[in-house]
């Protein structure tokens, strides 16, 4: 695809309809995001153990079938990989409202679905990332991933939005048909996208071993994407552990009722916006390296004003510590996917994209049994101290790499 002018990417019909389907799909997640957990704590009286729980199955996915996954996609043409599992997760979550009204929801029945719902994302995620390439071509990566993420940072802000007055109205179980409509929607959108990207030719000999291998040796040879996806590891697993607690803590001990979380998140939604707009200008003044360990260096740390909040105005205080910290998630987000997207060949694209998800998101069933855990013994207060300390930390590894570069560029011109 050649590089289009004033509009950008816009005067492409595919690049739009990919962006209405992405905008449906993630106001559909943004919805769930919130009702789920809801489900679990307000109609079945979950407890801090079994809302952890909750949040290691909706996650399970990528342990499950995460490598897998890439070699998979690989051999698949990955437009159709996204139309099957956006309808597929959209039947899925549909269950929950009929379970409910036909009284048989148990707290069983939701992790079920979480971990279904979550092993199609899986594969929705890594055909989503390897098909983008394809069809906006890798020069204008940067500005296709700034336009979704700003796409996805709206829904971010409407999808809360609109969660808390639907829940209050009809109920967490049934909100959760609005998100099951919004992905079959998004489903059936994507099927008007024309770019169909070649079919991958199969291997005379296809072994999945032996493609799995294949991807993970790239990866985790390769010292720029083994320091990138550590961070994403680190930061993921106390990024999930603080989020199972957040909503305990806002609605146990800050005393907010469904609509005033809905706020607080899509606030959260605002900072991604202005991160997805500003992306592009930040990595090309700053450099998409320094981006990368820059941006949560500067707003993990805010993340500590939350645990620090009393109802009143230092809650609204730390609202704004968790906005500045989706702005930097989301400057940081289209940096490196974008660097990681041009530092892989075609043909590895699926697999790079499932062994960075692996890697960097196989800590997050964790995080969410360990917040539960941790909860439980300590209170919900606690586990987002340690998670705000621990997202300022994740950025170890990268931070080093480049500094032992750094290091090594300067000693060889020395």
């Known amino acids: 695809m ?23 799909g993630q106001l559909g997640d943004r919805i769930v995001f919130l009702a789920l957990p809801l489900v679990a704590i307000v ?8 809302v952890g729980s909750l949040t290691a199955m909706t996650t399970a996915g990528s342990l499950l079938v995460g490598l897998p996954t890439g070699a998979w996609v690989d051999r698949m043409r990955k437009r159709s990989v996204m139309i099957s599992t956006d309808l597929a997760r959209a039947v899925a979550l ?14 069983w ?50 999808g809360p939005g609109m969660a808390g007055p639907l829940v209050g109205w009809l109920g967490a179980p049934a909100t959760l048909l609005v998100s099951s409509v919004g992905m079959a929607m998004s489903g059936l959108l994507a099927t008007g996208i024309r770019t169909h990207e ?21 990866v985790l040879r390769h010292p720029t994407l083994r320091a990138l996806i550590l961070e994403d590891a680190i930061f993921n697993l106390f990024l999930v552990m603080y989020q199972t607690m957040l909503l305990v803590f806002l ?24 991160g997805a707009l500003s992306a592009t200008r930040v990595s090309k003044r700053v450099g998409q390296g320094p981006v990368i360990w820059l941006a949560p260096l500067v707003t993990c740390p805010l993340t500590a004003l939350m ?27 289209v940096a490196q996917s974008s660097f990681q997207q041009t530092l892989t060949p075609d043909r590895l694209l699926g697999r790079m994209n499932a062994t960075a998800r692996f890697v960097s998101w196989g800590g997050i069933p964790l995080g969410g049994l360990l917040g539960g855990v ?22 170890l590894p990268y931070f080093l790499h480049r500094w032992r570069n750094a290091v090594g560029a300067t000693a060889r011109h020395g």
């Open 2 to 24: 050649s590089s289009p002018s004033r509009l950008g990417l816009f005067r492409e019909p595919d690049f739009g309809r990919l962006s209405a389907a992405t905008a449906l």
């Open 43 to 50: 109609a079945l009286d979950a407890d801090e153990f079994q």
């Open 94 to 107: 549909s269950t929950i409202p009929v379970a409910w009204w036909s009284g048989l929801l148990t707290i």
């Open 109 to 158: 029945w939701l992790y079920a679905v979480a971990l279904v719902h979550g092993v199609l994302t899986v594969f929705f995620d890594v055909a989503y990332a390897s098909y983008l390439p394809h069809l906006v071509g890798r020069g204008n990566l940067v500005e296709g991933n700034s336009i979704l993420s700003a796409i996805r940072s709206v829904t971010s802000i409407s």
């Open 198 to 218: 070649q079919k991958p030719e199969p291997s005379e000999h296809p072994k999945l071993l032996r493609d799995v291998k294949e991807g993970l040796r790239f």
């Open 251 to 274: 609605e146990r001990e800050m005393n907010l009722e469904s609509f005033g979380i809905g706020l607080i998140l899509s606030g959260m939604g605002c900072g991604a916006l202005l």
């Open 307 to 333: 645990p620090l909040a009393h109802p009143g105005w230092s809650l609204y205080a730390a609202a704004f510590g968790l906005a500045c910290l989706s702005l930097g998630g989301v400057v940081r987000f």
């Open 374 to 395: 941790a909860g439980s013994l300590f209170g919900a207060r606690a586990v987002l101290w340690i998670g705000a300390v621990g997202m300022t930390t994740s950025i």
